[in-house]
C-alpha cells in the first residue's frame, strides 16, 4: 500500500508529455491495479503509442462513480524550470514536477484510495477512467466513452480530478479550433491587381471574425455565471509571404471560438465559411480561378453545465463539503462525459494557476483534501 504522496512521485517520473508514448505510465497503473485483483481494460490509439485505461471496483451493476484524469502532460521545452520536471521535489509543504496539478496529482489520490474502496462490499460501483491527449484538444478519451456508450451498464456520475483547488466547478466553456488555409495567386508586387493577395485575403476573414465576436459581446447573449460572460473568438497564429516584393499566394491563419455551454462554436464556423463563399471567393475568382480558401477543424470539445439541483451536484458537493459552486475558463474532458449520458462535475486537488508553468506544483495539504473526499466517497458508496 502505497500513500498518494509516494505514488505521485512515481507518476511524475514518466515524460508523458502529449507527444510522447503514456504506455509506461499505463502499464504502471495497470500493474498496480492488477496487485489488487482489478482487472484493467486498454483503448489504444491508432499507431498502438498510447491508451486509456477503464477498471471498475464494485458490483456489475448501472449507477456508480467514474473518477477521471488525464495522463499526459504539457512540455516543458522553453520553460525557465529551476527543478528537475520529472522527478518530484519536495519543499515547504509544496510538491514540484509536471504534472504534480494538472493532473497526476488526482491520479496519484484515486490509486491510494483502492484500498479503501476495497475495504467493504459496495453497494455501487466506482470506475477509474485515465485517458490520454487531452491537453492536445481531448482526443483520446473519445474511444473510452464510445465504448462506455455501448455497455448495458453505464455509470451515473463522473468526477473530473482537474485542478479547482478542491472547490466543486459544474460548468466551463466549449472549444472549437479551426485552420483557414487561403490560396492565392502570385505575381510581382508591381502589378498587384494582377495578383490575389491571400495575406489580404486573410485579414478580410480576420476582420469577420472579430466582428461575429463583437456580436457575442452583446449583453442578452452574456451567462453571468463565467468569465467573460459572453462566448469569444480570437485568432491565435498567422504565417504567409514569402518577400515583401511578391504578392503572396498562400496564408494559413488558426482560430479559436470559446463558448458558452449554450452557444454552438459551429454557428461561428458557418458564419465565416459562409462569407467565404458569398464575399470573396467570387472576388478571388475573377482574378484566378485556381484560387481557393479552405478550413479544417484542429478540435473541438463540448461545454459542460451541470444543473446544481441535480444528483450529481448534490453528491459533489457532500464529498467535497462545499456547495459553493463555481465555473472556470478552461476546458475539460466533463463535456463529452456529460454528452455520453454521465451527469460530470469537475472537482480536483491543486490551483489551475500552477499549470503549465515552470516549477508547477501542489501543496500537500490539497492531496490530503482529495484523499479525504475519496474516503467520503467510499463510505457513500458503501451506503447509497
Known sequence: MQNSRQLLARLIEFNTVSRESNLALIDFISTYLKGFDIPCQLFFNAEGSKANLFATIGPDIPGGVVLSGHTDVVPVEGQAWTLSPFSMTERDGHLF?????????????VLAAVPQFLAAPLKQPVHFAFSYDEEVGCL????????????????????????TLMKPVLGHKG???????????????AYAPQGVNAIEYAAKLIGKLGEIGQNLRAPQLHDPRFDPPFSTVQTG????????NIVPAECQFDFEVRALPSDDPQDVADQVQQFAKDELLPRMHAVDTQTSIEFSQLSAYPGLATDAQSPAAQLIALLSQCDDFSTVAFGTEGGLFDKAGIATVVCGPGSIEQAHKPDEFISIAQLEQCDAMLSRLAQWLKTA
Open 97 to 109: 514536477g509536471r504534472g504534480t496539478a494538472d493532473m497526476k496529482g488526482f491520479i496519484a489520490c
Open 140 to 163: 483520446g478519451v473519445r474511444s473510452l466513452l464510445a465504448d462506455l456508450q455501448q455497455r448495458p451498464h453505464k455509470p451515473s456520475v463522473c468526477i473530473i480530478g482537474e485542478p
Open 175 to 189: 472549444k472549437l479550433a479551426m485552420r483557414c488555409n487561403i490560396q492565392g495567386a502570385a505575381c510581382h508586387s
Open 237 to 244: 497564429m498567422i504565417s504567409g509571404g514569402r518577400a515583401l
